[in-house]
C-alpha cells in the first residue's frame, strides 16, 4: 500500500512538472518563432512522446475519434491535413483507424523529424497555419484537423480562412483546444468564436457541433469546434 501511494506520488509530481514546462510554451506575449524553437527543443530532447502521453494529453485521441465519425469507410482514400502535426501523435491514430493519405503541418523542423520516423504521413510541410496562403491547392483535403495547435503564439484566429480555403466543399474543419483558452488567450477572447460565428453567416462553413470534452490534457477540459465547409 505504501509503494502504490509512493508510486502515484511520484506519478503526480511527474504530471505537475509536465503540465509546468508546456505551459511554458503557451506564456503570455511569446512570438511564434519562440513557440517553434521551444517545440523543436523539446522533440530532440527525446522527451516530448513521453510528457505528452495519451493519458496525460488525450486530444489527438479525441480528434481521431470525431474524424472517424465525420467519415466513414471507405477512409484509405480521405486526404487529411493534421495541423500542427507535433511528433505525430494524431498521425498515427488516424492511421489505426484505416486513413492512409495523411499530411502533416508544422513550424518546428524538430517536430518534423519526430513526425518522420512515424511512417504515417504522406507528405510534411515545415510552415506556419496563419493568415498566410499556404503552398497548397485550394480545395484539397477532406478534413483539415488541429490538435494541441491552438494558444498563446500558436495559431491565429485569422488561421480559419486558410482552412477553409484547403478544405473541399463538404469537407470538415476540426478543431480540439483547452476550453479555457477561450477566455485566457488574447487573440482568442471574445474573438475566435464571434469569427466562427461570422464565418457561418457570411456562408463559407456550417458548424457541425461545439462540444466540451472532460480532462482532454492535463486533467483540463478540452473543448471540440466542427465546421463543414460550404
Not at 487529411?80 to 505525430?88: K, P
Not at 478534413?143 to 477553409?164: D, K, Q, S, W
Not at 461570422?198 to 471540440?224: A, D, H, M, Q
Amino acid at each position: 500500500m505504501a509503494s502504490e501511494k509512493a508510486r502515484r506520488f511520484q506519478e503526480e509530481g511527474e504530471r505537475r512538472d509536465v503540465a509546468a514546462y508546456a505551459r511554458r510554451a503557451h506564456r503570455e506575449g511569446i512570438s511564434r518563432e519562440e513557440v517553434a524553437q521551444f517545440y523543436s527543443q523539446w522533440a530532440k530532447s527525446n522527451k516530448y512522446d513521453m510528457d505528452m502521453a495519451p493519458e496525460r494529453y488525450r486530444g489527438p485521441r479525441i480528434a481521431a475519434d470525431r474524424v472517424s465519425e465525420l467519415i466513414p469507410d471507405p477512409r484509405d482514400s480521405a486526404r487529411i491535413l493534421d495541423i500542427a502535426a507535433g511528433s505525430g501523435f494524431l498521425g498515427q491514430e488516424l492511421w489505426t483507424k484505416g486513413f492512409r493519405l495523411i499530411d502533416g503541418l508544422d513550424p518546428s523542423e524538430g517536430m518534423i523529424e519526430a513526425a518522420r520516423k512515424k511512417n504515417v504521413y504522406s507528405n510534411l510541410i515545415c510552415d506556419f497555419m496563419s493568415e498566410k496562403m499556404l503552398n497548397i491547392n485550394t480545395d484539397t483535403y477532406d478534413a483539415v484537423v488541429v490538435t494541441g495547435g491552438m494558444g498563446e503564439g500558436h495559431i491565429p484566429c485569422n488561421a480559419l480562412y486558410e482552412m477553409i480555403r484547403i478544405v473541399k466543399p463538404g469537407g470538415y474543419v476540426v478543431i480540439v483546444m483547452r476550453e479555457e483558452y477561450l477566455e485566457h488567450v488574447h487573440d482568442y477572447k471574445d474573438k475566435l468564436e464571434p469569427l466562427m460565428k461570422e464565418l457561418e453567416i457570411s456562408g463559407r462553413w456550417t458548424r457541425v457541433s461545439r462540444r466540451v470534452v472532460p480532462k482532454y490534457s492535463f486533467e483540463n477540459n478540452g473543448v471540440i469546434f466542427i465546421y463543414q465547409k460550404k
